[in-house]
């Protein structure tokens, strides 16, 4: 499993979290060469067969399929190994599953997690396990305004042949059109919004409505996530599997913060890019580069395939 630790500057008027650090610049030439790579090396006989019934042909799997159209196919189930059984895989589990092999790199959780690493901990209120995180729960009570955002994790076991991990759990968390993360700003302390946990489906899936996070200084715009083996240890703040991050497109935050409410996100964008992002600036991102579709009037919906 590769492993990116960093550093991660956070909004204006907070010091980040002190143990993080970055690696060397990666050529985004090697894209489709590594994306191959992982391909035949890691997906194996499984993913060349269920490639085979994608739409198009195998064809699809050199792109990251939009996860945030897809339906579950049956209620969770409690193991990777029971998903495979009980899954009907739709085309976007399929592309994914052809394209495993690359782990999703490591990232850093920032300075501003909410899971009891650096401060408060969220996950073990009760309220957290939610697919709409766009308000507070519990007693708080403020709404996030922005535009709409539908984001899609696709969990893969690729130690046990790709197969989607039913039954795990994900931790997802941004900020919020300001900047500003709830729980640590200095005017949201008492605020959780923007953070909420989900349990995988038959397909290895979890879907959040949430919205599109501002860019703050030093920062391209993204989505923090932290991957459990179960529900149980994803509220008890327990062992995690994989801490990233999701990068969204420039296009879509050029959309959206071209919208009343976003006006800071516009000077912050123009000073950052994913090649000079602290986190994902060492292969551009293009492991968690999100593919997204939408506007900005009608909202966004954006997909990654988590490899684990």
């Known amino acids: ?8 500057s956070g909004p204006e008027g907070h010091q ?30 499984a993913a060349a067969a269920l490639a085979a019934c994608t739409p198009g042909g195998t064809g699809a799997a050199s792109q990251p399929a939009s996860s945030a159209s897809t339906t579950a196919a049956s209620a969770p189930a409690s193991s990777s190994a029971s998903a495979s059984a009980s899954a009907t895989p739709t085309p976007t589990l399929t592309r994914a599953i052809a394209e495993c092999g690359v782990e999703i790199p490591q990232e850093t959780a920032g300075p501003y997690p909410g899971d009891g690493s650096n401060g408060p901990n969220v996950l073990e209120a009760s309220g957290v396990v939610r697919k709409d995180i766009t308000s507070s729960f519990g007693a708080a009570s403020a709404t996030a305004e922005g535009v709409p955002l539908t984001f899609t994790l696709t969990l893969l076991d690729n130690a ?31 605020e959780n919004y923007l953070r909420g946990v989900q349990e995988a489906d038959a397909n290895g899936q979890v879907t959040f409505t949430s919205i599109f996070p501002g860019a703050y200084s030093g920062r391209w715009p993204h989505i923090h996530f932290e991957v459990f083996e179960s529900m149980n240890n994803a509220t008890a703040a327990g062992q995690v599997l994989a801490v990233s991050q999701i990068a969204l497109t420039q296009a879509a935050c050029d959309d959206v913060y071209a919208t009343a ?25 293009i492991y968690q580069l999100a593919t997204m579709t939408g506007s900005a009037a009608a909202g966004y919906t954006a997909g990654l395939n988590v490899t684990i």
């Not at 970055?22 to 191959?36: A, P, V």
């Not at 912050?268 to 986190?279: C, G, I, P, Y």
Request: one cysteine or more; aromatic letters at 8%.
């Open 16 to 45: 980040p979290h002190p143990d993080h650090d970055r690696g060397l610049e990666f050529d985004l030439s090697t894209m489709l060469s590594r994306r191959s790579l992982g391909l035949f090396l890691g997906a194996g006989g």
């Open 261 to 285: 409410g976003y006006e800071k996100s516009i000077a912050n964008m123009k000073r950052t890019t994913l090649q000079s992002d602290n986190v994902f600036g060492d292969d551009g991102g």
């Open 1 to 8: 499993m590769s492993t990116h630790p960093q550093h991660e």
């Open 160 to 190: 046990n042949g790709c197969t989607p991990m039913a039954g795990a759990a994900v931790y997802a968390w941004h900020c919020d059109r300001d900047g500003k993360y709830s729980m640590y700003d200095s005017s949201l302390t008492n």
